[in-house]
């Protein structure tokens, strides 16, 4: 999973929104899509998720669909207590 693009929807209700809700900015997303510690799949939403540490060190689960072998789409994320 060596994706080129993150695919970013500023507009309200887009995917930017609700990673800001939770206290999360893009930069620390696309860290951690880019380098995680573990793979799986969500069992609330049956969607591939990521898990890993953002560069300041805070544990974050990334829900995500890979639109294409070099774009990636993050749905949410969320902080985890590890």
């Known amino acids: 999973m060596a994706w080129l693009h993150v695919f970013w929807d500023?507009?309200?209700g887009g995917n930017a929104e609700h990673v800001?809700?939770?206290?999360?900015?893009?930069e620390e997303?696309?860290?951690v899509l880019r380098n995680p510690?573990?793979?799986a799949v969500s069992q609330r939403s049956a969607?591939?998720?990521v898990f890993g540490y953002t560069p300041a060190g805070e544990y974050i689960a990334v829900i995500y669909e890979?639109?294409?072998e070099e774009t990636v789409y993050p749905i949410t994320a969320?902080?985890?207590e590890d």
């Open 78 to 80: 969320y902080p985890l």
């Open 20 to 26: 800001a809700e939770h206290g999360l900015d893009l």
């Open 29 to 31: 997303v696309e860290y």
């Open 47 to 49: 969607r591939s998720i």
């Open 37 to 39: 510690e573990k793979h």
């Open 10 to 12: 500023l507009e309200p």
């Open 66 to 68: 890979e639109l294409d």
